[in-house]
C-alpha cells in the first residue's frame, strides 16, 4: 500500500513508497543530511564548540560518483534532488553568507565579529548597509529588534519585537530603501505591558533595544531579527537575556583572574551549552476539542487508556515514515538547517507522540537564542502537518513530561576545556588546575543549590521533578567512581594528574568488534551529573528559556573563582584552598540512585538543598547570601533580584489561575452535560467544583504576593487533582460517542488512528 496521495510532504523531500519489485534496491528520502559545520568557533573541543558558521554549499560531500539506476529502479524512485548540503545558514547573515556582502561594503566577516564595530558609527554605517543587501536579495524588506521578555511562558516564540519597513520616502515621495547604523544598533519600544516586577510604571513606560552582536541577526519570511538586550529608563534590565551576558561576563573575568594567578595565562572564558529539546505531537483536530490544552498547553483531566508507556516501546523507536510527525520533524529540521541551527539528533522519547530534538555544543548566548526560535519554528510547522506541538513540561498525567537538559561546559577563549582534564593539563602545563576547577565546582553546587532549585520552578515542573521521570527536588551532583575516589584521595594530600581508564567491552562475538566505554556511566537519576567534559542539569523544564538557569550556573563559579583568588591573594596556597573547599562541601556528591524513595530526607539530614516546592525555591531569591552574589558580581542590582522573584511568582500564579478556570469551565460545559446526557450520577461533581471556585477566590483575595503563590500552589496540587480524579472517574463509565472532550487515547496513539480524509496519523 502506498500512502503518497493523502500525506502531507515537507519541501524537498519525497514520500517513501514500498518497492515490489525482485531487484534489490535502497530508498533514501531526500531529506537534508546534517553533518557537523566544516569550521568550529575558539573554545570548540571535547565534543564543544561555538555556534556554528555558515558553510558554502556541498555539491557531492562523498566524493562518490553517482550510480544510474536501472530501468526498473528509474521509473519507481522518487524524483528530486539527491541529499546534500546547500543552503545550511542561508538565513543567518554570519560566516560565509555574510562575508560576501561585508566585502561589497569594504569590510569583511571578521569586522563583525569583532564586536567593536558596535561602537564606530563609520562601521556600523556599513554593517547596516551590507545586512540591507543581504536582506534585499533574500527578499526581506522589515526588520525588528528581537528581544526576550521575562516570564513568556505562553508567549508564542517566548520574545518580542516590532517590525519596521526598511524604508522612506524622497522629496518626491517616492519609496527609497533606508537602513542605517542607528537604526541597526538600537530600537526603543513600550515596556509598560511586560512583566517587570514593579522595576516600572504606566507612567514610566520607556522601554530600550540595543543589539546583541555575538547573536547573529537572522531572516524569516519578509523580515530580517537583531537580537537584542532590553532595559527600562532606568536602566533596569527587563528581559532574560542582559542577566546570562552579565553572568558570563562575571565567570569570564573571574575565570582570568583565578589561571592567572595559577600561572595560565589566558584572555577570559566562554560557556557552551547544548540543549535537548523535548515536546509532544498530537493530532491538531483533538487538540481542539480540549480547551485546557488550547488554553495552559497541560490537561487538567483526562482518564489515562489501557495501554501508556508500560512496556517502553516508544524510546527510540522508529518513527513512523506514512505518518505527519516524520514529515512535521524533517520540516523542522529544514527550516532551522537553514537559519545556521544544525539540529543534529532527532527520536521518540518515552511516552506516545513524545519526540527530542537536540543541536550541536554552542555559546551560552547564541544557543539560547536558537533553543527560543527552534521553540517558535516547532509550534508553527506542526500546524501545518496538522499537529499541535505541546512545549509545556506536564501535559499529560500519567505518562512522562518534558524537559531540556541543559549540557553545561565551560572553556578558555584559546580552547582549553576546564571539565576535560586531559585537555585542560595539556594546554596549561598544570595538572592541578583541574582538581581546583572540580573543588570550585562541587563548592558552587553546595553553596547555591537554592538558587539551581529556583532555576529551574517552571510552573509545569511541579508535576515532573521526583517523578522517577526526573530527578528529585534535591540538588545534589554525580562525580561517578573513579572521579570521586580521585577527588577523595586529593582532599587527603594526594595531588598527582588525574586520568580516567576506559574499558573495553568484548561482545563475544568473533566479528564484532569491541566497544570501548568511558570512565563513568550515565547517572539519569542525578539532577546536575558528570557526563564526562561536561556537567548536564537535566532538571530544566521544557518550557523554559533557559536564560536564568544559566545566569545561575555562571554567576555561582564566577562567585567561587573569585573565593579561590581571594584566598590565595592572602597568602593560601591554592591546593589547600581546594582541599578545604572539597571538605566542606563534598557532601552534595551522590553518586547513587536518585529515584530511591529514602534519598530526599537522608539528603535532608546530609545538610543537602532539597526544596520540594517551587513556589518555595522561587522564595529564596530574597536571601541575603543570594542578593550578595548578584549584586556583587553586577549581574542584577537588589531592585532586579526582588523584582524577578516577583516575576516569578506571578507567573506561577498566573498558570494556576489559568488552569483553574479552564477546570472549570469544562466541568459546566463539557462534564456536566456529558453525564447528563449518559444518564450517570454526577453528585459528586458539584462539590469538586465548588471546591477549585473556593480556592481560586482565595488566591484572588490574598494580598501578599507569596502567599498568593502559596495558595495556588495548593489549589493546584490538592484541590484540582481531587477535582480531577471524580472527572476521570465519570470520564471512564461515561461513552465515547456522548463525552465530548478529546480523550486520552485520541491524544496520544495518532500512529494509530487516522481521520476523516484518510491521512494517516
Known sequence: ??????????????????????????????????????????????????????????????????????????????????????????????????????????????????????????????????????????????????????????????????????????????????????????????????????????????????????????????????????????????????????????????????????????????????????????????????????????????????????????????????????ACMQEIQEECYKLGIPLKTRHREVAPNQYEFAPLFGAVAVQTDQNLVVMQIMDEIASKHGLACLLVEKPFQGVNGSGKHNNWSISTKCGAQLYNPGDLTKKSGNFKLFPIVMAATVSAIDKFGDLMRMAIASPGNDFRLGAMEAPPAVLSTYLGKQMTEYLEAFMKGEAKEYVPKTTQINMGVDDLPEITAPAEDRNRTSPFPYGGHRFEFRAVGSSQNVSLVNTVLNAMMAKQFNEISDRVEKGEDAVAVAQDLLQKHFKCVYNDNGYDPTWPDRAVEKGVTRIDSGVDAIATLAEEKNIDLFTSLGIFTKDEVLGRRSILLELYVGVVEMEAGCMIDMINQHVTPSCKSAGLDASALAPALAAVEAGLAGVHAAEDELEKAKLARVLRLDTMTEARKVCDDLESKCPPHLWTLASYKDLLFMDMNENKVGTVF
Open 1 to 326: 500500500r502506498a500512502y503518497a496521495h493523502k500525506l502531507p510532504v515537507c519541501a524537498g523531500s519525497q514520500p517513501l513508497l514500498r518497492l515490489t519489485v525482485a531487484p534489490p534496491c535502497v530508498c533514501v528520502p531526500s531529506a537534508p543530511l546534517l553533518l557537523p559545520p566544516a569550521q568550529m568557533g575558539k573554545g570548540e573541543g571535547c565534543g564543544t564548540s561555538k555556534s556554528t558558521g555558515a558553510v558554502a554549499p556541498v555539491a557531492n560531500p562523498t566524493g562518490r560518483a553517482a550510480s544510474k539506476p536501472g530501468p526498473v529502479l528509474e521509473a519507481m524512485a522518487p524524483a528530486g534532488p539527491s541529499a546534500d548540503l546547500a543552503g545550511y545558514g542561508e538565513n543567518v547573515f554570519k560566516g560565509a553568507v555574510a562575508d560576501k556582502y561585508m566585502r561589497e561594503v569594504g569590510l569583511t566577516v571578521a569586522d563583525l565579529e569583532d564586536p567593536s564595530w558596535t561602537k564606530d558609527a563609520a562601521k556600523a554605517d556599513k554593517v547596516a548597509k551590507a545586512v540591507l543587501n543581504w536582506a534585499k536579495a533574500r527578499g526581506a524588506s522589515s526588520f525588528c529588534h528581537w528581544f526576550q521578555p521575562c516570564a513568556a511562558t505562553y508567549r508564542h516564540g517566548q520574545s518580542g519585537q516590532v517590525q519596521l519597513a526598511m524604508f522612506e520616502f524622497n522629496s518626491k515621495g517616492e519609496p527609497v530603501w533606508d537602513f542605517k547604523g542607528k537604526d541597526l544598533l538600537q530600537g526603543e519600544t513600550d515596556g509598560s505591558s511586560y512583566p517587570n516586577g514593579g522595576l516600572r510604571a504606566t507612567h514610566t513606560a520607556g522601554g530600550y533595544l540595543t543589539i546583541d552582536p555575538e547573536s547573529p541577526i537572522f531572516l524569516r519570511g519578509d523580515a530580517i531579527f537583531i537580537p537584542a538586550c532590553f532595559v527600562s529608563f532606568e536602566g533596569y534590565s527587563l528581559d532574560e537575556k542582559l542577566p546570562l551576558k552579565r553572568a558570563v561576563q562575571a565567570m569570564s573575568k573571574a575565570g582570568k583572574r583565578l589561571f592567572d594567578k595559577l600561572g595560565f595565562k589566558i584572555d577570559g572564558m566562554v560557556n557552551n551549552i547544548g540543549l535537548e529539546q523535548e515536546i509532544f505531537l498530537i493530532p491538531r483536530d483533538a487538540y481542539y476539542k480540549r480547551p485546557d490544552l488550547q488554553m495552559t498547553g497541560r490537561t487538567v483531566m483526562g482518564r489515562l487508556p489501557a495501554r501508556g508507556q508500560e512496556g517502553c516501546d516508544h524510546y527510540m523507536a522508529p518513527i513512523k515514515v506514512t505518518g505527519p510527525a516524520m
